[in-house]
């Protein structure tokens, strides 16, 4: 049997495709989570100068110095981002007790810069964190969420890791 490709009807109805397409770019944007849909800020640290960006109605809270910050979920105060950063110590690596195992970098910022990214899951709570050695500087930033609901917050965590930025 033939079936001539003049004989197959095309439904698609193109006044839809304008809604298609906005569903298909929202998906690449900035994620939202939990349903909810904020502005964004960004977090400049005065002492090390690094930034990440936060979602504008999460709650900050300072430590008592300046090596960084924490943000907490307006909806769900178990769930935080955080960034912090310090000097790093010179050891004496010629002995066996301060030798440590080093990572190779498995993530980069969209700076470029190189760095290794952990996730821990654990059994009441799970963590992403990265982790950036620069000019004698260590940087870090992790997000934490209950493992129950770390799935839901993973996408967004990685967001704003993504966008951790270092100082030029």
Known sequence: MIISTKAIAWNFDWRIYPLILSLALSACGVPSFQGERNSWKTYKNSRYGFEFPYPSNWEEVKPDNDDGIVFISPQKKSVEIRGWAGNQLLTNTNTSSNRKKSI????????????????????TESIVAIKFNQGGVKYYWQGKAPSSEFNDYYRFFYYIAQHYRLPQ
């Open 104 to 123: 190779n970098p498995n993530f980069k910022n969209i700076q470029g810069i190189a760095g290794v990214m952990t996730v821990e899951i654990g059994t």
